[in-house]
Protein backbone atom coordinates (compact mmCIF):
# COMPACT_ATOMS: atom_id res chain seq x y z
CA UNK A 1 0.00 0.00 0.00
CA UNK A 2 2.61 2.40 1.03
CA UNK A 3 4.02 1.30 -3.13
CA UNK A 4 1.39 2.71 -4.47
CA UNK A 5 1.18 5.88 -2.16
CA UNK A 6 4.68 6.86 -3.31
CA UNK A 7 4.14 5.69 -6.68
CA UNK A 8 1.45 8.56 -7.25
CA UNK A 9 2.76 11.11 -5.60
CA UNK A 10 4.58 12.57 -9.41
CA UNK A 11 1.22 12.11 -10.88
CA UNK A 12 -0.44 13.74 -7.59
CA UNK A 13 2.53 16.72 -7.68
CA UNK A 14 2.28 17.11 -11.66
CA UNK A 15 -1.60 17.56 -11.08
CA UNK A 16 -1.19 20.43 -8.28
CA UNK A 17 1.25 21.86 -10.44
CA UNK A 18 -0.82 21.71 -13.74
CA UNK A 19 -3.68 22.93 -12.11
CA UNK A 20 -1.60 25.92 -10.07
CA UNK A 21 -0.33 26.88 -13.78
CA UNK A 22 -3.84 27.00 -15.18
CA UNK A 23 -5.48 29.07 -12.74
CA UNK A 24 -2.05 31.60 -12.52
CA UNK A 25 -2.25 31.89 -16.70
CA UNK A 26 -5.81 33.50 -16.30
CA UNK A 27 -7.57 31.59 -19.33
CA UNK A 28 -9.63 28.21 -18.87
CA UNK A 29 -7.53 25.47 -20.58
CA UNK A 30 -10.78 24.10 -21.38
CA UNK A 31 -11.75 27.17 -22.96
CA UNK A 32 -8.84 27.41 -25.40
CA UNK A 33 -9.20 23.43 -26.24
CA UNK A 34 -13.33 24.29 -27.34
CA UNK A 35 -11.66 27.44 -29.27
CA UNK A 36 -9.19 25.23 -31.18
CA UNK A 37 -11.75 22.59 -31.72
CA UNK A 38 -14.30 25.41 -33.13
CA UNK A 39 -11.14 26.77 -35.43
CA UNK A 40 -10.79 23.10 -37.03
CA UNK A 41 -14.61 22.45 -37.67
CA UNK A 42 -14.16 25.41 -39.75
CA UNK A 43 -11.39 24.21 -41.14
CA UNK A 44 -13.09 21.27 -41.78
CA UNK A 45 -16.01 22.88 -43.20
CA UNK A 46 -14.78 24.93 -45.02
CA UNK A 47 -12.80 22.46 -47.09
CA UNK A 48 -15.61 21.16 -49.28
CA UNK A 49 -17.15 24.78 -49.78
CA UNK A 50 -16.33 27.30 -52.49
CA UNK A 51 -13.40 29.60 -50.89
CA UNK A 52 -14.72 32.79 -52.13
CA UNK A 53 -17.90 32.36 -50.58
CA UNK A 54 -16.41 31.27 -47.10
CA UNK A 55 -14.26 34.42 -47.25
CA UNK A 56 -17.34 36.83 -47.69
CA UNK A 57 -19.13 35.10 -44.92
CA UNK A 58 -15.83 35.98 -42.76
CA UNK A 59 -15.86 39.64 -43.74
CA UNK A 60 -19.67 39.79 -43.64
CA UNK A 61 -19.42 39.06 -39.64
CA UNK A 62 -17.08 41.68 -39.22
CA UNK A 63 -18.65 44.52 -41.30
CA UNK A 64 -18.51 47.57 -39.28
CA UNK A 65 -15.72 46.20 -37.22
CA UNK A 66 -12.39 48.25 -36.93
CA UNK A 67 -8.83 46.65 -36.88
CA UNK A 68 -5.40 47.50 -37.08
CA UNK A 69 -3.69 45.43 -39.09
CA UNK A 70 -0.51 46.85 -38.32
CA UNK A 71 1.82 48.15 -35.74
CA UNK A 72 1.13 51.98 -35.34
CA UNK A 73 -1.04 51.35 -38.74
CA UNK A 74 -4.87 53.00 -39.17
CA UNK A 75 -7.57 51.12 -38.62
CA UNK A 76 -10.11 49.38 -41.38
CA UNK A 77 -12.82 47.16 -42.09
CA UNK A 78 -11.72 43.89 -42.94
CA UNK A 79 -11.40 42.79 -46.84
CA UNK A 80 -11.71 39.72 -48.88
CA UNK A 81 -8.06 40.60 -49.92
CA UNK A 82 -7.42 40.69 -46.10
CA UNK A 83 -8.41 37.05 -45.89
CA UNK A 84 -7.04 35.93 -48.62
CA UNK A 85 -3.53 37.01 -47.62
CA UNK A 86 -3.66 35.49 -44.41
CA UNK A 87 -4.66 32.11 -46.41
CA UNK A 88 -1.69 32.52 -48.69
CA UNK A 89 0.34 32.64 -45.38
CA UNK A 90 -1.02 29.22 -44.72
CA UNK A 91 -3.39 29.72 -41.97
CA UNK A 92 -6.80 28.18 -42.25
CA UNK A 93 -10.19 29.83 -42.03
CA UNK A 94 -10.44 28.02 -38.57
CA UNK A 95 -7.10 30.18 -37.39
CA UNK A 96 -8.46 33.22 -38.95
CA UNK A 97 -11.52 33.48 -37.17
CA UNK A 98 -9.96 32.77 -33.78
CA UNK A 99 -6.85 35.92 -34.92
CA UNK A 100 -9.83 38.15 -35.75
CA UNK A 101 -11.71 37.37 -32.78
CA UNK A 102 -8.76 37.96 -30.74
CA UNK A 103 -7.80 41.36 -32.07
CA UNK A 104 -11.59 42.20 -32.08
CA UNK A 105 -12.56 41.59 -28.87
CA UNK A 106 -9.04 43.28 -26.92
CA UNK A 107 -9.85 45.05 -23.93
CA UNK A 108 -6.17 46.52 -22.65
CA UNK A 109 -5.05 49.85 -23.15
CA UNK A 110 -2.65 49.17 -25.68
CA UNK A 111 -4.14 46.57 -27.91
CA UNK A 112 -1.85 44.81 -30.66
CA UNK A 113 -2.19 45.10 -34.45
CA UNK A 114 -3.75 41.64 -36.05
CA UNK A 115 -0.18 40.89 -37.42
CA UNK A 116 1.09 41.42 -33.45
CA UNK A 117 -0.88 38.87 -32.80
CA UNK A 118 -0.07 36.30 -35.40
CA UNK A 119 3.51 37.02 -34.71
CA UNK A 120 3.12 35.84 -31.03
CA UNK A 121 1.10 32.74 -32.51
CA UNK A 122 4.13 32.10 -35.31
CA UNK A 123 6.90 33.11 -34.21
CA UNK A 124 6.78 33.14 -30.69
CA UNK A 125 4.88 29.70 -31.01
CA UNK A 126 2.03 30.78 -28.03
CA UNK A 127 -0.82 28.77 -28.03
CA UNK A 128 -3.93 30.59 -28.25
CA UNK A 129 -4.80 30.78 -24.57
CA UNK A 130 -1.29 32.58 -23.99
CA UNK A 131 -1.92 34.54 -26.82
CA UNK A 132 -5.19 35.34 -25.36
CA UNK A 133 -3.50 35.91 -21.28
CA UNK A 134 -0.36 38.01 -22.99
CA UNK A 135 -3.39 40.42 -24.42
CA UNK A 136 -5.18 40.85 -20.99
CA UNK A 137 -8.35 38.42 -21.42
CA UNK A 138 -9.69 36.84 -18.21
CA UNK A 139 -12.23 34.75 -20.07
CA UNK A 140 -12.34 33.46 -23.86
CA UNK A 141 -16.18 33.79 -23.77
CA UNK A 142 -16.46 36.59 -26.13
CA UNK A 143 -14.00 35.33 -28.57
CA UNK A 144 -15.31 31.45 -28.36
CA UNK A 145 -18.64 33.26 -29.35
CA UNK A 146 -17.07 34.86 -32.68
CA UNK A 147 -15.69 31.86 -33.38
CA UNK A 148 -19.02 29.79 -33.26
CA UNK A 149 -20.58 32.40 -35.44
CA UNK A 150 -18.37 31.98 -37.87
CA UNK A 151 -18.60 28.25 -37.57
CA UNK A 152 -22.14 28.81 -38.12
CA UNK A 153 -21.65 30.86 -41.28
CA UNK A 154 -19.45 28.56 -42.64
CA UNK A 155 -21.39 25.56 -42.42
CA UNK A 156 -24.41 27.18 -44.20
CA UNK A 157 -22.32 28.22 -46.94
CA UNK A 158 -21.29 24.77 -47.27
CA UNK A 159 -24.84 23.36 -46.95
CA UNK A 160 -25.75 25.37 -49.42
CA UNK A 161 -23.16 24.44 -51.86
CA UNK A 162 -23.65 20.88 -51.20
CA UNK A 163 -27.34 21.61 -52.35
CA UNK A 164 -26.13 23.65 -55.58
CA UNK A 165 -23.41 20.93 -56.39
CA UNK A 166 -26.18 17.94 -56.11
CA UNK A 167 -28.62 19.65 -58.10
CA UNK A 168 -25.96 20.86 -60.96
CA UNK A 169 -24.99 17.71 -62.43
CA UNK A 170 -28.01 15.34 -62.05
CA UNK A 171 -30.15 17.71 -63.62
CA UNK A 172 -31.28 16.66 -67.05
CA UNK A 173 -32.38 19.00 -69.94
CA UNK A 174 -36.07 19.34 -70.10
CA UNK A 175 -37.12 17.17 -72.96
CA UNK A 176 -40.25 19.12 -74.59
CA UNK A 177 -43.14 16.90 -74.71
CA UNK A 178 -44.19 15.58 -77.96
CA UNK A 179 -48.03 16.10 -79.06
CA UNK A 180 -49.90 13.33 -79.20
CA UNK A 181 -52.07 12.78 -81.88
CA UNK A 182 -55.85 12.75 -81.60
CA UNK A 183 -57.32 9.76 -81.13
CA UNK A 184 -59.72 8.77 -84.34
CA UNK A 185 -63.23 9.40 -83.46
CA UNK A 186 -64.75 5.91 -83.30
CA UNK A 187 -67.81 5.50 -85.77
CA UNK A 188 -71.16 5.41 -84.61
CA UNK A 189 -73.09 2.29 -84.12
CA UNK A 190 -75.53 1.72 -86.25
CA UNK A 191 -78.95 2.30 -84.48
CA UNK A 192 -80.63 -1.44 -83.66
CA UNK A 193 -83.14 -2.63 -85.70
CA UNK A 194 -86.83 -2.56 -83.80
CA UNK A 195 -88.00 -6.22 -82.60
CA UNK A 196 -90.76 -7.45 -84.56
CA UNK A 197 -93.07 -7.73 -81.94
CA UNK A 198 -93.11 -4.79 -79.70
Known sequence: ???????????????????GQAAAE???????????TAGHRIDKASASADSG???????EQWKGTQF??????????????????YRAKGLGYGEISILLALAAKQDGTSPKSVNEILAMRQTDKMGWGNVAKALGYKSLGSV????????????TV?????????????????????????????????????????
Open 1 to 19: MKRTWIRMLPFAVAAALFA
Open 26 to 36: GVDAKAEKELT
Open 53 to 59: RVTTKIV
Open 68 to 85: TFEKGGTSRELTAKDVQD
Open 144 to 155: KQSVKATETGVG
Open 158 to 198: TASSRTEKAEKPGKPEKIEKVEKPDRPEKPEKPERPEKPGR
